[in-house]
Every structure is written in C-alpha cells, then in structure tokens.
C-alpha cells in the first residue's frame, strides 16, 4: 500500500495517518521530519541549512534523494504514507519516476478537504503548555487552569494565513494531476477524529 496524503496545514493529516500506517504495518514519511533530521546530522549542505532557516524550500531533487533512501528501507517493503509530499506536479512527475524505476506505482492519493476559516479556527485557537508540551485548544480542548499557556508562532493568525495561501498556490495543479491520473480520492476533513477515519479508510478500500 503506497499513499501520499495532501492537505492543508491543520486539516489533520498527521492524526489520520497514524491510524493508517498502523493498520497496514506501513511508515509514514513526513519530508518536514526527514530534512530536519538530515540537518541534524550534519547531512545537508550549509547553503541548504541556511535556505531553511530563512523559510526557503529545499530543491527537489535534495528532497526525492531523502525519500529514495528513506523508501529503501526494510520497514518500506510493504508499502509507505507519504504526509506533505508531492506538493507540485514535477514533484509528483519525480516520485512517479521513482517508483516505475522499481515496477512500483501509487495506490491512492487521499486528499483531504477542510475550509480555510475552520482551518484557521484549529490553529489561531492552539495553546501549548509550557510546563509539558502539552498541546490545546480554546474551543475544542480547553486547557486546565494551572497551565502555563503559550501561542506558538506558528499558530499566529497572519502565519497560518500564509501557510495555507502558501499550500493553495503550490498544489493548484498537483489535484488535477492525480484526478486526471484516476488516483485521487476527496474526502471531507469536517467531524470528529473517528468519522474522518472512517471517511478516509472507505476510500482508500475503494481503490484496491
């Protein structure tokens, strides 16, 4: 089973694709995660380092040499979830590249589909708790009175803003690309955790 999962920042992708990646025994393969520990561990080239720290992207071929070597391995052989990857069509050209060089092919590409104010709401509302780490919410899981409250950057309305602004433009044409190529599934990101999951769980059972 070979998936990618789009969405944009706070449609919940990270929480439906734990639950994916459990029931089929496969990794999931956040490209943020693999470009932070690649600069961690001395792998990344200073001008790349640098380009990231002011928000810059990483060119693509850096980023399909990351996931080659990460698909490689044993954990991979079944299958993987590939969370923010592809986001543009040559993106989505390379990684098909990729995977015909070994007889492979995608399963589904599960897109998930939440309103940019409600997207806005999940995240401007976010409180960390300093003392734990512990994440919350003001609306949907409101903190405990002793919590030591924090508003990450990240969470700051005109940041999110532009992420999602950010997200729209790069992935204009990368749903088209994967409709025309019969692999994408909608599904509505709206509800509670388990009604998502079964949502996306449909989908993807109607692809195999």
Same mark, same amino acid.
């Given at each position: 089973?070979?998936?990618?999962?789009?969405?944009?920042?706070? !449609?919940?992708?990270?929480?439906?694709?734990?639950?994916?990646?459990?029931?089929?025994?496969?990794?999931?393969?956040?490209?943020?995660?693999?470009?932070?520990? /690649?600069?961690?561990?001395?792998?990344?080239?200073?001008?790349?380092?640098?380009?990231?720290?002011?928000?810059?992207?990483?060119?693509?071929?850096?980023?399909?040499?990351?996931?080659?070597?990460?698909?490689?391995?044993?954990?991979?052989?079944?299958?993987?979830?590939?969370?923010?990857?592809?986001?543009?069509?040559?993106? !989505?050209? /390379?990684?098909?590249?990729?995977? !015909?060089?070994?007889?492979?092919?995608?399963?589904?590409?599960?897109?998930?589909?939440?309103?940019?104010?409600?997207?806005?709401?999940?995240?401007?509302?976010?409180?960390?708790?300093?003392?734990?780490?512990?994440?919350?919410?003001?609306?949907?899981?409101?903190?405990?009175?002793?919590?030591?409250?924090?508003?990450?950057?990240?969470?700051?309305?005109?940041?999110?803003?532009?992420?999602?602004?950010?997200?729209?433009?790069?992935?204009?044409?990368?749903?088209?690309?994967?409709?025309?190529?019969?692999?994408?599934?909608?599904?509505?990101?709206?509800?509670?955790?388990?009604?998502?999951?079964?949502?996306?769980?449909? /989908?993807?059972?109607?692809?195999?």
């Amino acid at each position: 089973m070979r998936l990618v999962f789009v969405g944009p920042p706070g !449609a919940g992708k990270g929480t439906q694709a734990k639950v994916i990646t459990e029931k089929w025994k496969i990794p999931q393969i956040s490209t943020g995660d693999m470009l932070r520990e /690649a600069k961690k561990n001395g792998k990344l080239a200073p001008e790349l380092v640098e380009k990231m720290g002011k928000g810059g992207l990483v060119p693509d071929e850096v980023v399909i040499d990351l996931i080659k070597q990460r698909t490689e391995l044993p954990d991979a052989a079944n299958g993987f979830l590939l969370d923010g990857f592809p986001r543009t069509v040559p993106q !989505a050209e /390379a990684l098909n590249d990729l995977l !015909a060089s070994r007889g492979q092919k995608l399963n589904v590409v599960v897109a998930l589909d939440v309103a940019k104010e409600l997207l806005m709401e999940r995240a401007c509302l976010r409180r960390t708790d300093k003392r734990t780490g512990q994440i919350y919410h003001l609306k949907y899981n409101p903190p405990p009175p002793e919590a030591d409250l924090e508003h990450r950057a990240d969470d700051q309305e005109e940041t999110v803003r532009n992420r999602v602004d950010v997200y729209e433009k790069m992935t204009a044409d990368l749903l088209p690309f994967y409709e025309k190529a019969g692999l994408l599934r909608r599904v509505d990101g709206v509800g509670d955790v388990k009604e998502v999951t079964a949502r996306v769980l449909s /989908a993807i059972e109607q692809s195999k």
